[in-house]
């Protein structure tokens, strides 16, 4: 008959512990995921501000060997992520093939002028560095203007902004309903263990040497349900790949060790806290409250 007790009692632990790992293992994913549309959402924007196309028109007496110098200079310039330099002959092929037609042979001269096609880097890519970085490029002789969709540039940043707010706020609000309900699942198990604890500490067992046990399962439980919750996230991330080819451009996987590590710790973390104030509760409650 004890022996079959104590069996029970085993299962509905393990029963216990296993669904306590589970929970936080699928709290554990929503966080990371929201992690991960953060990262994407980051790296679209800055895809769409280092795509953004400043024309620097250049005079048309300019030398090439004179332009590719200046060209290097520009390329040096902290604000600048790349640049193409685009010659008459090429400007003019890639209109003809934009009309379909040669230009060049009805006019019998071409018109237009070389340029060079500036990409900013991210974080440079609003008004006022565009502004500064255009006054400077102005600067040289060679130079008759600089050519940019000014309202796009105004937009694009606005758009970022506001959407960056929304998910940001979205993601402080999932973080606390992450941590909440981590620590409700703690609390929970912990509970079915509240005799087991005040049996401990009536044969005089010390609160230190009580807790100690339950932290360490709850460190692992933390752990092993991180660890659920990432293999889920890549699994995750390889289908959205498959599924939509073009993320690739915005994968970064140093970012995504960083989502991982801090799922990592926020999984043992909030576990070992949640249990330690857990067992705490018990260890102060009186023995009739645990029928409570």
């Known amino acids: 008959m004890e022996e079959f007790e104590v069996s029970t009692t085993s299962r509905k632990t393990k029963s216990v512990y296993i669904s306590t790992v589970i929970s936080i293992a699928l709290v554990l994913l929503m966080t990371g995921l929201l992690g991960l549309i953060l990262v994407h959402a980051k790296n679209l924007s800055n895809y769409v501000k280092e795509n953004i196309v400043l024309n620097i028109i250049l005079d048309g007496d300019a030398k090439e060997a004179e332009v590719l110098n200046f060209q290097k200079e520009i390329n040096a310039d902290k604000y600048v992520l790349k640049t193409q330099y685009i010659s008459k002959e090429l400007a003019a092929r890639n209109l003809q093939q934009d009309l379909g037609e040669d230009f060049v042979e009805f006019l019998g001269y071409n018109p237009l002028l070389s340029s060079i096609d500036v990409y900013l880097k991210a974080e440079y890519a609003n008004k006022d560095s565009i502004d500064v970085f255009t006054k400077q490029i102005t600067e040289n002789k060679m130079v008759n203007e600089v050519v ?145």
């Open 148 to 292: 940019y969709q000014e309202s796009l540039i105004d937009m694009v940043n606005q758009n970022i902004r506001i959407i960056g707010l929304i998910i940001l706020g979205f993601a402080f609000i999932l973080l606390i309903i992450a941590v909440a309900l981590i620590n409700n699942t703690i609390r929970l198990a912990i509970y079915s263990q509240r005799f087991l604890i005040k049996s401990m500490q009536m044969v005089g067992a010390t609160k230190g040497f009580i807790r100690k046990p339950f932290i360490g399962y709850g460190l692992v439980h933390g752990l092993l349900g991180a660890l659920i919750a990432i293999i889920m996230l890549m699994l995750l991330l390889y289908f959205g790949q498959e599924q939509i080819p073009e993320l690739v451009i915005l994968r970064n996987y140093y970012e995504f060790a960083l989502i991982f590590l801090g799922v990592i710790i926020l999984g043992i973390l909030m576990s070992g806290l949640s249990t330690y104030f857990a067992v705490s509760k018990y260890l102060r409650l009186r023995m009739n409250d645990l029928y409570r």
